[in-house]
């Protein structure tokens, strides 16, 4: 029982894991995206649409980070390039997103899903307990985890980190030191689309292999509300994701098992649980401002 709810808790987490750590790196640079869930859910219908069609899981993922990085490539270019207001753009990402991916998956609902197949591992995948939840996951779990790694190093340990967090605390002494500041903003732009559109491909191919319309139900937003759980560090989103993960998978067994409480509590249960840590966070004023970049939200124009 504990195995099975705790390979349930994996694959919960695990979108909202890379969800997270790519807006993580867009915040760093100092842009905030508030376009998330719309990036997620474009990228759920379009790689359940690509694996439905071409038979391929693999060009189905491709596809959904493709979905995200195409939505983000706009947003980067109307907040980057035409200076529109970052919350207004990223709210408009949002519903565009949502209504887009309405449209394409329509012929899709009903649709047989394509699942993802799990490693397996001669004889490490058959021992006990161990076996499945480590050397028996999918491909994109552990990617997931690879992602993590690769942004902490490179956030502290590479010269590509530090001009990311010079970009984000700074952009008028980082574009005087010769930095481009709209360069770095892009890339981290585009990273954190691939990363929203990798979790919206997971859901549809993995966690549910099937399109339901507006099926990542709010999951951007959480994931939003991770970075700030996490004070911009890394290896604390991690930590959040499998928090919200675990709570969201209690709930389905609470309702499971029948407990006493109505079913519509149960299910709002992780986004009461988002406004709980957020308002805690929000108390401790040291702790939401120590890696707050200082330049997040706000637009650079660069001298003409």
Known sequence: MFEAILLTVITAATPLLLAAIGELVV???GVLNLGVEGMMIMGAVTGFAVANLTGSGTLGILGAIGAGMALSALF??????LVTNQVATGLALTLLGLGLSGL??????GVPGLKLEKLDVPFLTDLPFIGPVIFGQDPIVYMSVA??????YTLARTRAGLVLRAVGDNHASAHAL?????KVRFL??????ACAGLAGGYMSLAYTPQWVE?????????????VVFASWLPWRVVIGAYLFGTVTVLTFHAQAVGAGVPSQLL???PYIATILVLVLISSNRRLTLVNTPACLGKPFVPDR
């Open 188 to 193: 981290a732009v585009l990273f954190g689309g």
């Open 147 to 152: 992602i993590v790694i690769a942004v902490s």
């Open 214 to 226: 507006n099926m990542t139900a709010g999951r951007g937003w959480i994931a939003l509300a991770l």
């Open 178 to 182: 010769g930095l481009s500041v709209l």
């Open 76 to 81: 980067g270019f109307l907040v980057l390039v």
């Open 104 to 109: 394409i998956g329509e012929a899709f609902i």
């Open 267 to 269: 299910s709002s249960l």
């Open 27 to 29: 915040e760093r640079s």
